[in-house]
């Protein structure tokens, strides 16, 4: 590898599980981290990988952070904003594309009813847009450029936001959303098993670029199974010891709710009404659709959701 591999933002939840499973593929010293707080990765620093720092929201700190990358993976902005999203992730496209980046892979998400680009959900709207600019730069740059959108699915940890917010270690009595709980569903997914597998593909490309099959594609990486939130919802009460239901409200209801609307807040603006077109998205099968590809990728069978929150609570 003439050019190196670079991760941005290398922290977070998936962005942390793809540092950690790409530093048992590759030498350190063929790794370019870019983050916002920089000395959380001071042991790897000290290993050899190269430590840069760039934040989404500070347009200066992204240009030359790119510099000496090959292939990066972009790790989508922290929230479900639509405009400022998009936003960002193009600026940060444009520094990466300025420095020299030959392809891009994207962290999308599993929204869309596998690749479909048609989504009623708001928290979809700027991974659509941002797969839209890729496939733009990559005909415009033939043989220059390339990509890979990744739609990773939906995290098994991520149930709570699923769930309004449903606390294992001090569990309410039922489950209030707008959803009545019956399928299709969700095919959930553990995050480090996207993390390793998308650590996978992307060393895979920079082995053998020429090669590589999922050039300037969108592919999905999901969970074993669907489960219906009627049936997510029974899983947790199982694991909290006490028999759980939903009760469906309407979206109205929902946005009252007194522990939704400082989660759904970004940058000063409550898009908790925003958030529910997830659930429609939901009703429409869109999280319903499972593939194999990341099955072939670990080669072995996912965790099912009920290990996966079985031990994340018990880790808590």
Known sequence: MTKKIGIFPASGGLGGSIVKHILKQVPASNLIFILRHPDKLAEVSAAGATVRKADYDDPASLERAFDGVGPLMLISYASFEYEHREKVHKRAIDAARRSGVEHIFYSSLGFGKGLSKDTVAWVMKAHVATEAYLEQIAKENKNKFTYTSIREGLYSESFPIYTAWFDPKNPADEITIPHDGSGPGVAWVKRDELGEATAKLIVQFAKNPEAFPYLNKTIL????????????????????????????????????LPQIGTRHTYHGVNLSREWTTAWEGIRRGETAVVDPLLQQILGREPEDFETTVKNLVASN
Do not use: F, H, Q
């Open 221 to 256: 990486l999901s969970g074993p199974r669907v489960y219906t939130l009627a049936e997510t919802v029974e899983i947790l009460g199982r694991i909290v010891g006490k028999p759980l239901k939903i009760r469906e409200i309407s979206v109205d209801e929902y946005t009252s």
